[in-house]
């Protein structure tokens, strides 16, 4: 089937602390991965991909990690501050166009 | 240059009634695509869109529900016969091609059937 799961829906974390978000899938077949931040009353804002190719990909305070053999994709924030709160959900891309969107893990920073 | 703008950011409609959401691209898209999301969950892929054609609806109701993107104006996602189960945040994204990556999502249009 097709489907896109995150462990935790609710992740609390130390200001300053690094911060790991989970992601599993099922589908083998998909291009590439994303991960959105989604704050509250906006709309999701793309912060990260990696393509089924890569193992890891480095951004700004973020890393993306993809695990093929387990289906499983991560999200590290480095330092994480309050502007971070948010709800945080991975998405698969298929057909170049369509996500398939897990169900979101919220991020609480802790002061 | 100006993000995707939808609106109504709040549509209040009683069961019955027809709800029409408003999206309009950033500029120099042509590729529109229309999500739906539950509260506390992901976003549900509902429809894909170039000017003047549904490339993909394979995400809609069969029934009730329909989108266009005319050649000018806005993209319309239009509900006919709103029942409860409609309320939802209903978001567009838009893109210059064809990809989901490149995709920029505007701040939803919040439905409430009452």
């Known amino acids: 089937g097709e489907s896109v799961g995150l462990h935790l829906p609710t992740l609390s974390v130390q200001e300053g602390d690094n911060s790991i978000i989970n992601c599993a899938y099922s589908n083998s077949a998909s291009d590439y991965f994303i991960w959105y931040k989604q704050e509250s009353g906006k709309g999701p804002q793309f912060i990260i991909d990696?393509?089924?190719n890569m193992d890891k990909r480095q951004g700004q305070r973020v890393t993306v990690l993809l695990n093929k053999t387990v289906k499983h994709l991560s999200l590290q924030i480095a330092a994480t501050q309050p502007g971070d709160s948010a709800v945080y959900f991975c998405?698969?891309?298929?057909?170049?166009?369509?996500?398939?969107w897990g169900a979101g893990t919220k991020l609480i920073i802790k002061p | 240059n100006a993000g995707v703008m939808q609106n109504p950011r709040h549509l209040v409609r009683r069961r019955g009634q027809e709800a029409r959401l408003r999206c309009s691209p950033m500029?120099?898209?042509?590729?529109v695509y229309w999500y739906r999301q539950l509260p506390e969950e992901g976003l549900k892929f509902m429809v894909y869109?170039?000017?003047?054609?549904?490339?993909?609806e394979s995400g809609m109701p069969k029934e009730r529900f329909s989108a266009e993107f005319p050649k000018e104006g806005p993209s319309i996602l239009r509900i006919q016969q709103v029942v409860r189960g409609d309320s939802a945040a209903y978001f567009c994204?838009?893109?210059?091609?064809?990809?989901?990556?490149?995709?920029?999502f505007g701040q939803g249009t919040r439905l409430t059937v009452v």
């Open positions: 869109l170039q000017k003047e054609n549904i490339i993909d």
């Open positions: 500029k120099g898209h042509s590729h």
């Open positions: 998405a698969e891309n298929m057909r170049n166009y369509q996500l398939i």
């Open positions: 994204a838009s893109s210059g091609g064809r990809g989901g990556t490149e995709a920029f």
């Open positions: 990696i393509r089924s």
